[in-house]
Structures are given as C-alpha cells and as structure tokens.
T-cell receptor, first 115, second 113 residues
C-alpha cells in the first residue's frame, strides 16, 4: 500500500512559467491537503479538497494559485506565472474520512525553485 | 486562531541522553495532536497521533503526552541515538474555529555520537 506520492520531487521553473505539482493520495483516502514550507519557516496550510470539491482554500494566495482533485486521477496544485517568492517545498497530505480520527499521511514533497 | 509553539527551537545532546521536546497550543478545542519527524530535504514521517480523549501514546523509545486543558504536549525520547537527529514537528488539528492542521516551527535535534 503505497503512501502519498508526489511528483516531481524537484521542479525548476523560470519566472513567468507555470508549475504543476501532482499528488496521488493513499489508496482509499478521499481527503487531500496542500501545505507550503518556505525556507526556515513552518508548514502553512494552503487548501483542503475532497473529490471534485474545494472544502477550504483559505490559505491559497488569491492570484496565480489553483488546486483541483478530480474524480479520476491525482490532485493538482497549479501555479501560474511563477515568481521567485514561490520557491518552496510543497507538501501534500491525505486522510481517510477526514483527519479527526485518523491523522494525516504526508508525501515527500515537491521542491520548486524559480530562477 | 490556533497557534502552536515549540520549545526549544534547537537542541544538541550527547548520545544516550533522555530528552523532552515541548509543544504548546492556544486553543484547547482540538481533535488530535500529531508529532512528525522531518529529515533535511525530506518529507514528514508521522511518529505519534494522540486523540483529544487520550493522555499519551507510546511507540518504541518515543512517548508523547497530551494535556489538552493546559494546551501542552511533550515528546519524550529515551536513550537518544545519532539517527534520531532531525527536526521534530508538532501539529494540532482543530481549535481556533478551524479544520486545518496547524504546525509549530519545529525543534531541530542533534544527537552527537
């Protein structure tokens, strides 16, 4: 039973390009969360999704960032027109039936570098 | 708004020492608390999950306690080893009117051989 799979592990983009980060949750998990970790900072919540629905996007920047979790396939975090300040590690987590009882399982992250 | 604080920010100990990492949170209305380990450049590994109704959880040399009313948790590591060197993160789910998992900034532990 594979854990949370994130790809790519490392992504380099030039300023103005688009970045697409993918996350496949643990099999059977229907709740997905995205977190961002800036250098020397703690992990900050970005967005919480269930299949085909965004439940809480209060941590998402208002512009350039979007997320989806389609009925089939992985969750995608999309960053348009990247800037240097978007350089960070982006972590995806999943849980079963909400994390209140089961906790979260995290992926290994995608490290985005904007040059 | 839920806030999580971890003390100390960094800790260096000789091998074999027992140690305690501290975590405090501002809103006691949590569902659970989770301790994670993060190695440099790596993802998060879940160590222990304590439900709000529980007082402690144990796994091997690790023991985590939870005092929800005072907003505190401790992670006790017995007989520390160089392989325990990592950043330890405390995270709470719930509280502050939120469903989010809120993290502390972590304690960076170095165990010297």
């Amino acid at each position: 039973n594979a854990g949370v799979m994130q790809n790519p592990r490392h992504l380099v983009r030039r300023r103005g390009q688009e970045a697409r980060l993918r996350c496949s949750p643990v099999k059977g998990h229907s709740h997905v969360y995205w977190y961002r970790q800036l250098p020397e900072e703690g992990l900050k919540f970005m967005v919480y999704l269930q299949k085909e629905n965004i439940i809480d996007e209060s941590g998402m920047p208002k512009e350039r960032f979007s997320a989806e979790f389609p009925k089939e396939g992985p969750s995608i975090l999309r960053i348009q027109q990247v800037v240097r300040g978007d350089s960070a590690a982006y972590f995806c987590a999943s849980s079963q039936q909400g994390p209140a009882n089961y906790g979260y399982t995290f992926g290994s992250g995608t490290r985005l570098t904007v040059v | 708004k839920q806030e999580v604080t971890q003390i100390p920010a960094a800790l260096s100990v000789p091998e074999g020492e027992n140690l305690v990492l501290n975590c405090s949170f501002t809103d006691s209305a949590i569902y659970n608390l989770q301790w994670f380990r993060q190695d440099p450049g790596k993802g998060l590994t879940s160590l222990l999950l304590i439900q709000s109704s529980q007082r402690e959880q144990t796994s091997g040399r690790l023991n985590a306690s939870l005092d929800k009313s005072s907003g505190r948790s401790t992670l006790y590591i017995a007989a520390s080893q160089p392989g325990d060197s990592a950043t330890y993160l405390c995270a709470v789910h719930g509280g502050g009117g939120s469903e989010k998992l809120v993290f502390g900034k972590g304690t960076k532990l170095t165990v010297n051989p």
